[in-house]
């Protein structure tokens, strides 16, 4: 057995090691939080971006909405052209003109309030008494 002086002791030993592996994993979760951080932040950014550009379409939305009569005409017309007009491309003639006529009365619904939606559960499920 030939034991030299700079030979280090089992503790030593262990406690180098365990430095050695604190250091790897402390430098690897380093690594992580910056790559999660250079994720996170335009991740957040778009997405504030997103929620208010999405309520001002909202608003938008609600506004067009709630002035639906004074462009009943305009809302049903291009309803039922382009609901006749892509079926009509897609399928044909007579396709089409069903395809329009359905799409313009769908839109008179729902501009003229022909259709009150609190009931349309019950319409098509049957009243629960």
Known sequence: MCDEPNDKSPQETFRAGVKAAVEAVNSGLASIEK??????IPAAS??????????ALSEKATYTYQ????????????????????MALRRGR?????????????AYAVVYDEINFDQVP???FGKKE
């Open 35 to 40: 790559t999660t951080e250079s994720i996170r």
């Open 46 to 55: 778009t997405w504030s971006n997103m929620s208010t550009q999405a309520s």
């Open 67 to 86: 002035r639906r009569h004074e462009f009943a005409p305009e809302i049903v017309g291009g309803s039922a052209f382009l609901g006749g007009g892509i």
């Open 94 to 106: 007579v396709a089409g003109v069903l395809s329009a006529a359905i799409a313009g009365g769908a």
């Open 122 to 124: 019950d319409m098509i």
